[in-house]
DNA sequence: TGACATTGATTAGACATCTAACTTATTATC
DNA sequence: GATAATAAGTTAGATGTCTAATCAATGTCA
């Protein structure tokens, strides 16, 4: 039984974080963290959510999700304002200044994959990812599954 | 060119961040986080190390390591005391009680292994770990790398 | 030897994150 | 329809983490 993989996708994970940092800061965000990024992406996506549509897309607490997104309002990022059909919610929609920063935004999840699958052909890229997609359910589904030939 | 790897490598980590924390604190050790799992794991192996080693094994700045070698000692689990060859350096040791956390540390790593790994073979394990030892180097040195087959 | 740089560690201040408790609005139940 | 349960969101307080600045001890070198 090896033991390395916890370690390597630990290390992984801080490089990648840090990575996209710096690019955010690089394409003048400083102060961006990648879950901001996560809020962006799914505004990017369907135009508007709620506080607790955003905090299940990006797996943080509502309590996070109201400071991540105070955050990007104060930004000039995006608005909340009430829902006319329910009065609890709020919906998150990006400015015309959020919308700006859709191409950036491409073009740094491109790069991010071009960055992580260097060296990767294909099929290697297959495997590894069915074998991270069987470790991850390992940790999410208490029993063991099929194995891996 | 594929792109989920990162967001299950993110995914992983938080889970398996997760399942330590829970673990430990089953241990009877509620509070302690993987980061002073690191610090302790360190002891385990050579009985005594500075803040600075410290900080490099856990992969955590100085400061953070200041932080969390204050709350061991204050749980009784570790001692700091000056070192009498160079008055900067301050020496961690493990008190009786944090030794005494061994096995229950070395019983909770060989359960990760052996969650993470389930339904692994041995070869699948070992593709696992090459991989990800690529995707890091992807992360750490600029240029690309050895293509997988 | 003495000025300067380097190194180990801490302090200060900031931020993302969490849990627990709370407020308000909607839904369900009797 | 009134009361209880549920749901959305925020506030409060704590923690791990970082960077920048600082302090104290050691090393370097003219």
Not at 29 to 34: D, F, N, R
Not at 63 to 71: A, C, E, R
Not at 100 to 111: E, G, H, M
Request: aromatic share 4%.
């Amino acid at each position: 039984m090896q033991r390395n993989a916890i370690m390597l996708i630990s290390r992984i994970h801080e490089a990648a974080a840090k990575w996209i940092s710096d690019e955010l800061a690089a394409a003048g965000l400083e102060g961006v963290a990648p879950s901001h990024g996560d809020v962006l992406a799914l505004l990017f996506r369907q135009k508007e959510a709620t506080m607790h549509e955003l905090a299940a897309f990006a797996r943080r607490t509502k309590p996070t999700m109201t400071v991540l997104v105070g955050k990007l309002e104060k930004m000039g990022l995006v608005t909340r304002t009430q829902s006319p059909l329910d009065a609890r919610c709020q919906i998150v929609r990006l400015t015309p200044e959020g919308e700006r920063l859709r191409p950036a935004f491409d073009a740094i999840s491109r790069r991010l994959a071009s960055r992580a699958y260097a060296g990767f052909s294909p099929p290697a890229a297959r495997r590894l990812e069915a074998a991270l997609a069987q470790m991850l359910s390992n940790f999410e589904n208490p029993q063991p599954e099929r194995t891996q030939p």
